[in-house]
């Protein structure tokens, strides 16, 4: 039985093509993106394809694209052994993390790639890493289960958990990295996979979960931060849960009128998470007292999760209907892999 595997095609670099008058990217139709990858045809799998219409720049994102992409893969789900979502690189990470809240139960290959140069170009980075997402959507273990059982990034030599990584380079052809998790494979002359990195789950059926809810913002703190910008930004119509991006291991400014503007929206209910501006580590609140005055305050510990799956968790635990203190408690649970606890 050849693999058949269902490419999502949503935009991004890897199907753009440069404007002959104003030399600008845009997107391209998709048989395009098939017509300058003829090796494609060598893997000899059973290829369908879904096309986003118009494909976007990966910018334009929305929350809605995220629940056309979930249902897609959900509608096809029986029918394929693998999913390849073409995603642009600048919001893949929130995709990925978004997905793999979605889609609970998930048992097959969900493989996110894109590249940094259009895949018409001669030094593309798309062919080779469509061939590739293609291979792992594919590849089974030795008990003949998929090997990928997750929302994955593939991205030039890796193979990352989704809701790991992070987009770390505007440049380079390694444009991600997850700086907490190990990678799920390497790629070099073969796949190598990491049996104990790989995400494995009980099996049940897959559930679709689509409500996602954007009741959420971020701060991000640096010295001078006011009191006044913090009390706004937390007073926002309609806000449920932010994600504060503090130093270091969690810290905060000790000042009490910054504190009190923090204790003051977590006392009107809203959901305040930790997450270290640090690429790498995690919030320990209690290891200073700058960290452990906001834990006092009732902001809670984002651990080691990426500032992309912490929001698209908020999204996702107040698109469930929880209130408060099922959103906390699901933050210090590890859902889909997303954290170290
Ligand atoms: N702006 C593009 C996008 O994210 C960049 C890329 O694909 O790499 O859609």
Redo the contacts with the bound molecule.
Sequence with gaps: MKPRILIIYT????G?IEDADTKV?KPFDFTHLMENVPKVKMLDYEIDNIQFHPP??????SIGHWQQIASAIADNYLGYDGFVVL??????AYTASALSFMLDNLHKPVIIT???LPIGEVRTDGEENLITALQIAAARDSHGEPMVQEVAILFEDYLWRGNRATKRS?DNFN?FKSYNYPYLAKIGLGINFDADALLRSPKRPLTLRLEMDAAVMSIDLFPGITPEAIAYHLAAPGIKGAVIRTYGAGNAPTSPAIIGAIRDAVKRGIVIVNVTQCVHGCVNSNRYETGDLLCAAGVVSGHDITFEAAMTKMMFLFGLGFGPVAVKKYLQTSLRGEITI
Excluded at 11 to 14: D, E, F
Excluded at 56 to 61: F, L, P, V, Y
Excluded at 87 to 92: I, K, L, Q, Y
């Design positions: 935009g991004g670099t890897i753009m990217l976007i720049d990966s910018s334009d994102m995603h642009g690189t600048d919001t893949m894109g590249s940094q505007a444009a």
